[in-house]
């Protein structure tokens, strides 16, 4: 089945810095949605994207639906100690006919 | 307000008794979706529902059981045939199969 590279697996940060992460496959898909995962909660949708090139905000985290349609990208600026969680790429593959493939996550650790 | 509830949000059996967990929205969507979280690991999927009284196997079935008999409840059933069922099970749901789901708050189930 589909499947998708979530990178990094994990980062440590200090409170302030700024983070990036990404997913790819190798196939396309048509939509790409980032969640957050908090201890012991269920995953959050932050940003969902829906067109290449589209670059979407939601507060200090950016998202953005690679043009190959291949991959995406979240940024989170002036991270804070909140911002700690798992945080999963999700996809819809093309076609229209394959349900939600999910990233294995990548696990945010902000130092104060 | 809408949403995804789930409970409860921990649960304790002894090892050899089947459990039932409760997964209700009220999002008025067709699609509902039961996944498992270990520590550390991604969201494996165990069964999906796309409509009322239809639902389908996902990547780990053996050992679970479903039933769909209403919109808006999907409960999960972890028999005594699942062999490590120790984790944080997740419900979600969705508009549609292809596309973007909602999660509720999560069950931790402890079989001792």
Redesign the interface.
């Known amino acids: 089945g589909q499947q998708l590279n979530q990178s990094p697996q994990s980062m440590f940060i200090q409170e302030g810095e700024d983070v990036s992460m990404n997913c790819t496959s190798s196939s396309i898909f048509n ?1 790409w ?1 980032w ?1 957050k995962q908090e201890p ?6 932050l940003i ?1 994207l829906y067109k290449a090139g589209e670059l979407t905000s939601n507060g200090r985290l950016t998202a953005q639906f690679g043009i190959t349609r291949k991959d995406s990208f979240l940024n989170i600026s002036a991270s804070i100690p909140s911002d700690v969680g798992i945080y ?1 790429c ?1 996809g ?1 593959p093309r076609g ?5 493939v ?4 990548t ?1 945010l650790t902000v130092n104060p | 307000d809408g949403g995804i509830t789930q409970s409860p949000k921990y649960l304790f059996r002894k090892e050899g008794q089947n459990v039932t967990l409760s997964c209700e929205q009220n999002l008025n969507h067709d699609a509902m979706y039961w996944y498992r979280q270990d520590p550390g690991q991604g969201l494996r999927l165990i069964y999906y529902s796309q409509i009322v009284n239809d639902f389908q196997k996902g990547d780990i079935a053996e050992g679970y059981s479903v039933s769909r008999e209403k919109k808006e409840s999907f409960p999960l059933t972890v028999t005594s045939a699942q062999k490590n069922p120790t984790a944080f099970y997740l419900c979600a749901s969705s508009s549609g199969l292809y596309t973007e789901a909602f999660f509720g708050q999560g069950t931790r189930l402890t079989v001792v």
Request: hydrophobic share 40%; proline share 4%; aromatic share 14%.
């Open positions: 939509t949605l969640y012991g909660e269920g995953p959050v949708l969902a999963f999700a819809l229209g006919s394959e349900k939600l999910f990233g294995k996550g696990k």
